[in-house]
């Protein structure tokens, strides 16, 4: 909820831990737990609505000078989102998103040959081709060390152990995976479809609305000057070679655009720089 625990050692809360921040909200907190019979969507809920939660992570002057690291949770605080949530977002921004709530494991799209280095027995991975593709990423199916590319870019762990905590990493992986795996630029094509459908006729209007939907505020001077200066140089590539616009707009398995393939593949290619904003895929 936080980034950090109240104590930051988290799977270590004996005489070599680190001592919560604040002791009494930790004991307050496990004792409500305990008297209401575990209940942990309660206790969830109790979090994410208290004024500790619902603060913005711009920290004021003051603030940063005495708490440079928020260990008293003055200020909400910033950070990538997990893998499964990376996944999720990019699908729920783009209105692919299957919300169905269990059932069994999605073998969502994974390059050719991943599976080649398993031992034994030999196994052989088949993408889905319908709407589970398109399911939450915690339903994504788990092979034994081999942990699914996409997730393993954004730092999943593996469960051959324990994890209490996920590392954060900032690699070039991450935002290659973004722009470039299939389950994304498939996401993309459906989003620039939304935004050409939903977004008005300007392309200003457009770009309003794929950041609204993308990350809640409209797109600064500095952003649309890049967006539609990314937007032009996108038609008049395409233009000159349709083929590499169906290309693109051939991955995955959605039905064949409607609109003209240059405008469409144009507003993909944006669509993918939105997607890969970091504030797309971080919790502020």
């Known amino acids: 909820f936080f980034g950090e625990g109240i104590s930051r050692s988290l799977d270590d809360f004996g005489g070599q831990g680190e001592?919560?921040?604040?002791?009494?909200?930790?004991?307050?907190?496990?004792?409500?737990f305990y008297e209401n019979g575990w209940e942990i969507k309660r206790a969830i809920k109790q979090v994410v609505m208290s004024q500790a939660y619902r603060q913005s992570s711009i920290p004021s002057p003051d603030q940063f000078a005495q708490d440079p690291e928020n260990r008293l949770f003055?200020?909400?605080?910033?950070?990538?989102?997990?893998?499964?949530?990376?996944?999720?977002?990019?699908?729920?921004?783009?209105?692919?998103?299957?919300?169905?709530?269990?059932g069994p494991s999605v073998h969502p799209y994974q390059p050719a040959g991943y599976y080649r280095h398993l031992n034994f027995p030999k196994r052989t991975y088949h993408a889905d081709q319908d709407r589970q593709q398109w399911r939450r990423g915690v339903y994504v199916h788990w092979q034994r060390q081999f942990l699914h590319p996409m997730l393993k870019a954004f730092d999943a762990p593996n469960r051959?152990?324990?994890?209490?905590r996920r590392p954060e990493s900032n690699t070039p992986l991450a935002a290659l995976t973004l722009l470039n795996d299939p389950t994304f630029v498939e996401a993309s094509r459906n989003f620039a479809q939304r935004i050409q459908k939903e977004g008005g006729k300007t392309d200003m209007s457009r770009l309003n609305y794929a950041c609204?939907?993308?990350?809640?505020?409209?797109?600064d001077p500095q952003e649309v000057g890049l967006l539609l200066k990314l937007l032009q140089l996108?038609?008049?590539?395409?233009?000159?070679?349709?083929?590499?616009?169906?290309?693109?707009?051939?991955?995955?398995?959605?039905?064949?655009?409607?609109?003209?393939?240059?405008?469409?593949?144009?507003w993909t290619e944006v669509s993918r720089a939105i997607l890969n904003m970091s504030e797309t895929t971080t919790r502020n």
């Not at 921040?21 to 930790?26: A, K």
């Not at 977002?89 to 269990?102: E, K, V």
């Not at 008049?236 to 070679?241: C, L, V």
């Open 19 to 32: 001592p919560p921040t604040h002791p009494e909200l930790l004991d307050y907190l496990a004792v409500d």
């Open 74 to 102: 003055a200020r909400q605080s910033r950070f990538r989102l997990p893998a499964e949530f990376v996944r999720d977002t990019a699908l729920g921004i783009s209105g692919l998103l299957n919300p169905t709530i269990g």
């Open 160 to 164: 051959e152990e324990c994890t209490a």
């Open 212 to 219: 609204q939907v993308a990350v809640s505020r409209n797109p």
């Open 234 to 266: 996108n038609r008049t590539r395409f233009t000159k070679t349709p083929a590499e616009a169906e290309k693109l707009l051939s991955t995955g398995m959605t039905p064949g655009p409607e609109s003209d393939v240059t405008e469409l593949a144009a």
